[in-house]
């Protein structure tokens, strides 16, 4: 007697066992993107690590500060994204009014050739927290002039709320403060912001490891934005690597639907006769 | 002539442009931005926009950070 397989053999050509990232892009303001891992630039060793981290990372979209020319400064990290054909995303770190964010966005504009601007406007040195009155007030004005606006947000779904109303991209709520890696201390409120928005949500700010990557992701935000955690790693470019890795497995893990939480076991295993 | 680069005080000749500000603090342009007062000057007009004795000029460039 010959073996009959139950089922045909798999076609040729079959799907791949993991998802095409390119058929689940990440659309920011009609803008496509394959990969949902969005990286920082500060705190990097030195250029040379950075740049080998964000060739690793797979980012396509980076942020940059803008700063006073320092005379003799040796490379550029603007050329290091330029030859790796990362975009840069400008950022208006270090402004604490919604003056201070409106002139760094247009000297960043102007600098970098691009309307796209990572709103930041925050409260204290000590914290780094958005001040959501200065926040919301910038991010109203920069729509007005015609900036595609990113902000920094507070885990605070009303606030996520009104920054998409007033006409911003997307949004971005912290997991934790700004290096922390705290993780995401309020995954309800992430949950909440992502159920209501009709713009991406990137989760920016307190991720530290791999594990949190992927959870908000699993949380259902659309990508993660993170810095520290990968450029003050021991190891920056593996930890690239690992988030790489963890915001693609998140993601899957969401499209594909986690079963539902039980309280008691569901044998996996047929019972025995 | 006084003027202030960056927030120092600096000298320059009389007649000096934005572009030949940016040329002495840095070889590249790409990546450079320039404000006059606070008013940012675009890049198209470096050549033609000439400094005023007492003006701040701030040349600014993309650094690593967020």
């Known amino acids: 007697m010959t073996y009959a397989p139950e089922s045909p053999a798999a076609p040729a050509g079959a799907a791949p066992a993991v998802p095409d990232p390119a058929a689940d892009p990440l659309v920011i303001a009609g803008r496509a993107f394959t990969s949902r891992l969005i990286t920082g630039t500060g705190g990097a060793p030195s250029l040379r690590v950075l740049e080998e981290a964000l060739v690793t990372s797979r980012t396509e979209l980076t942020t940059v500060a803008l700063r006073r020319v320092a005379p003799g400064a040796e490379g550029s990290v603007w050329e290091v994204l330029r030859r790796n054909g990362i975009s840069p995303l400008p950022n208006t770190a270090g402004c604490f009014t919604a003056g201070d964010a409106l002139r760094t966005a247009r000297l960043a504009r102007e600098a970098l050739e691009t309307d796209w601007i990572k709103l930041e406007v925050v409260a204290d040195e000590r914290t780094l927290l958005p001040d959501p009155v200065e926040l919301l007030d910038a991010a109203e004005r920069l729509v007005d002039e015609g900036f595609t606006v990113l902000p920094y947000t507070n885990d605070d779904p009303v606030l996520a709320r009104r920054l998409e109303q007033v006409g911003c991209a997307a949004v971005m709520p912290l997991g934790a403060p700004i290096g922390s890696g705290l993780g995401i201390r309020n995954p309800h409120n992430i949950e909440l912001i992502v159920e209501q928005a009709n713009v991406p949500v990137v989760i920016d700010a307190g991720i530290g490891t791999a594990s949190e990557a992927a959870l908000a992701m699993e949380l259902g935000c659309d990508a993660v934005m993170l810095a520290t955690a990968v450029t003050r790693a021991k190891d920056p470019v593996l930890m690239a690597a690992a988030m790489r890795d963890a915001v693609s497995a998140g993601r899957a893990a969401y499209r594909a639907g986690r079963i539902p939480v039980r309280r008691y076991a569901q044998a996996s295993s047929p019972g025995v006769d | ?66």
């Open chain 2, 1 to 66: 002539m006084d003027v202030t680069i960056n927030g120092r005080p600096s000298s320059v000749a009389p007649h000096t442009t934005v572009a030949e500000v940016v040329a002495s603090l840095t070889r590249s342009a790409g990546g450079v931005a320039v404000a006059l007062n606070d008013e940012v000057v675009r890049r198209a007009d470096w050549a033609t926009t000439v400094v005023a004795e007492n003006d701040r000029i701030d040349v600014l460039t993309a650094v690593q950070g967020g």
